[in-house]
């Protein structure tokens, strides 16, 4: 059986306009540290409102940008503990 060592939560916050939805994207590391993204979203005039749907795509480019930033900070932990170049999926 699996035990788990550790747990992460992340948290989203959006802000909207009338015509753009940004979402801010933060995680707590265990160790102390926190990493944060952003997303944007922008609403053609002609579009009819439908704010979730752009809490939905601010968010997923929120989280992806979150996830570059956990890669990168990864990569370059393995590159100090290691002295050398590891290389990136970015």
Do not use: C
């Amino acid at each position: 059986m699996m035990e788990t060592a550790v747990g992460w939560h992340v948290e989203l916050e959006f802000q909207e306009d009338a015509h753009r939805t940004r979402a801010a994207a933060l995680v707590r590391l265990a160790d102390g540290t926190e990493v944060r993204a952003h997303g944007y979203a922008s609403r053609h005039p002609a579009d009819s409102g439908q704010p979730r749907v752009g809490e939905e795509i601010a968010g997923a480019r929120a989280l992806n940008e979150l996830a570059m930033e956990l890669l990168t900070k990864a990569h370059d932990e393995i590159d100090e503990a290691s002295g050398r170049t590891s290389h990136t999926l970015r």
